[in-house]
């Protein structure tokens, strides 16, 4: 199935694809400009706040799968189809 993109779309992926470039060309200019050195404290807070929110975020996403499986989640979608759980999982 081939999908045609419109005018509309072809403008807006324009637009945000100025945007990355802005934000890519901003973040080179200002990481390069003066003479900022990040001690031994700012790389430890880095690595602490990368760690923290992959480990957050990892969980949150194991949450989500646990709970797709497990069923707990039918009751809160009305659309989907009742059927018939079998008892080996």
């Not at 945000?16 to 200019?29: C, D, E, G, R, S």
């Not at 990368?50 to 646990?66: H, N, V, W």
Request: net charge neutral.
């Amino acid at each position: 199935m081939q999908h045609k993109l419109g005018t509309g779309q072809y403008i807006l992926l324009f637009i945000l694809l100025a945007l990355l470039i802005f934000a890519v060309t901003w973040a080179a200019i200002v990481w390069n400009t003066g003479d900022n050195v990040m001690d031994k404290h700012g790389w430890i807070a880095l690595g602490l706040g990368t760690f923290f929110s992959l480990l957050i975020g990892c969980g949150l996403m194991a949450l989500m799968f646990f709970s797709s499986r497990s069923g707990h989640d039918d009751a809160a979608d009305p659309f989907r189809k009742p059927y018939e759980r079998s008892s080996d999982r």
